[in-house]
């Protein structure tokens, strides 16, 4: 895990010895937050990347392959998405695509760790000018909440069209939001008809944690969806898991409200694709059933 002096590459690795990683020039800033290690890269190709406890959160240049399909795949299934929360998310990302929406009312970020919105804001072109309107408390639709979505989640009174999961991965310390009792709290606070989804891990080296958060879902949601999509600066393709509540059929999207987006990754007109998988992964899907 981490940065390689030799070859100056910053290099994740995954289990059995697969690695992901970018040539690097410096590395920029680097924290012990309350929560994990922070790093911040200049990398060779691709801007700067964020690095939380050795993993690759972002590349600047390819991180809408990312939030592209975790935000709009669900806000254009959703027949009218006003009320959103965002859980995780700090770097400011997938809430920057949400506010796109001009459907959207309200949309509330939780984030548990102040020190990566504090760092997002300084050093990555994400979402800087969304992250010091919603830190100043100045942006009309959004509000930015320090916490633990996990709590956030059981108390409060809100509800919600749309919910985001956007997450570390669904091992070490980020598992309890891949939990029942979690995704249980989500189903209460979605709207008669809603939304969730969450980012669910690379679908070859965590394929067991997909399966598992997949049939947890199952237990809760009315009907669940997997897709996947190839991310840049992940090990690819890359779950999402979506849960429905109620009467929304996910396999279609608004095309008029995708025209005016002008998504560059994520290509609504084509959304049955995204439901195209390895053999194996649909047998594994059908046997959870
Ligand atoms: N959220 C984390 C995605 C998980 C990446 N996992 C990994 N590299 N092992 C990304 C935050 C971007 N808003």
Redesign the pocket.
């Known amino acids: 895990m981490g940065f390689n002096n030799e070859d100056n590459a910053f290099i994740?690795w995954y289990p059995r010895g697969y690695g992901v990683g970018f040539k690097v020039r410096r590395r920029l800033f680097e924290t012990q937050t309350d929560y994990q290690r922070l790093e911040i890269y200049e990398t060779e190709g691709f801007g700067k990347l964020l690095v939380l406890d050795g993993?690759?959160?972002?590349v600047e240049v390819g991180e809408e392959s990312?939030?592209e399909p975790l935000v709009h795949t669900v806000m254009l299934a959703h027949p009218n998405p006003r009320r959103i929360l965002v859980i995780?998310?700090g770097?400011g990302?997938?809430l920057r695509e949400v506010l796109r929406h001009k459907t959207v009312e309200k949309a509330t970020m939780v984030e548990i760790d102040d020190g990566v919105v504090e760092a997002s804001y300084l050093y990555l072109d994400i979402a800087k000018d969304l992250l010091d309107r919603l830190i100043k408390g100045e942006e009309p639709r959004g509000k930015l909440i320090i916490g633990d979505g996990v709590k956030y989640l059981r108390e409060t009174e809100e509800r919600f069209d749309v919910i985001i999961v956007?997450?570390?991965?669904p091992v070490g310390p980020a598992k309890l939001l891949f939990s029942e009792e979690f995704f249980r709290d989500a189903y209460e606070k979605l709207n008669d008809r809603g939304l969730y989804i969450t980012?669910a891990g690379s679908v070859y080296l965590f394929t067991n944690e997909l399966m598992d958060a997949y049939r947890t879902m199952k237990n809760v949601f009315d009907r669940v969806y997997y897709f996947s999509f190839p991310v840049i600066g992940?090990a690819s393709p890359w779950g999402f898991l979506v849960g429905v509540k109620g009467d929304i059929d996910f396999t279609k999207v608004d095309l008029e409200r995708a025209k005016e987006l002008d998504l560059y990754y994520y290509d609504p007109g084509r959304h049955e694709t995204l439901f195209q998988m390895p053999r194996y992964i649909r047998k594994l899907l059908e046997e959870g059933d």
């Open positions: 994740e993993t690759v959160q972002l990312y939030h995780g998310g770097d990302g997938a956007d997450s570390t991965d980012q992940y």
